[in-house]
């Protein structure tokens, strides 16, 4: 059992981990990277309860960066699809959905856990690890979108790879 708190890293679905330092801390990160570029950073929360504080964080630290917000509810998938890249402050399925996707996911990892994001060791998604990366990140993207070039940073596939959730043992528990 995981001790909830704010700050922990590790464990998915935890409502006070989606809105916890890390994932305000990555936000700000990305709100600063996205300023000064037509972009729109869409944030959606997912969880219900997060909507508010999620919104009154970004209302505090937009600045002129372009942010809006989609309600909890949103179907996920049907906002990824008409996105150009998905950004995650943590580890999620939402990963996978952009992978599968086939958009551009980049998992933002300040904390510095190096185990807990095995695909991108695949090519399949990108970790940044500071925010001078996340803005080199968010430039390259941009200027493959204006010019109309593949980023380099869409999933790769060579037709071998296998997902999975939890462990491969085949008892689909853990």
């Known amino acids: ?26 936000l700000e990160y990305m709100i600063r990277a996205v300023e000064g570029y037509s972009i729109s ?12 504080p999620l919104a009154d964080f970004v209302r505090k630290h937009k600045g002129k960066s372009n942010v809006a917000m989609v309600k909890a509810k949103m179907d996920f998938f049907k906002l990824l699809i008409n996105c150009q890249a998905v950004f995650m402050a943590h580890w999620s399925t939402a990963v996978m959905e952009g992978i599968i996707a086939r958009v551009p996911t980049i998992v933002l990892n300040y904390s510095g856990i190096e185990d807990g994001f095995p695909f991108a060791k695949h090519g399949l998604c990108t970790v940044s690890r500071d925010p001078r990366e996340l803005k080199g990140i968010i430039e390259e993207l941009y200027s493959a979108f204006v010019t109309g070039k593949k980023s380099r940073y869409v999933p790769t596939y060579d037709g071998n790879k296998v997902f999975y959730v939890g462990l491969n043992d085949g ?4």
């Open 1 to 26: 059992m995981l001790y909830y708190t704010p700050s922990v890293y590790s464990y998915v679905g935890v409502s006070q981990y989606e809105f916890g330092s890390p994932m305000r801390r990555s």
């Open 171 to 174: 008892l689909n528990t853990d």
């Open 41 to 52: 950073l869409i944030v959606k929360a997912h969880y219900l309860a997060d909507e508010v």
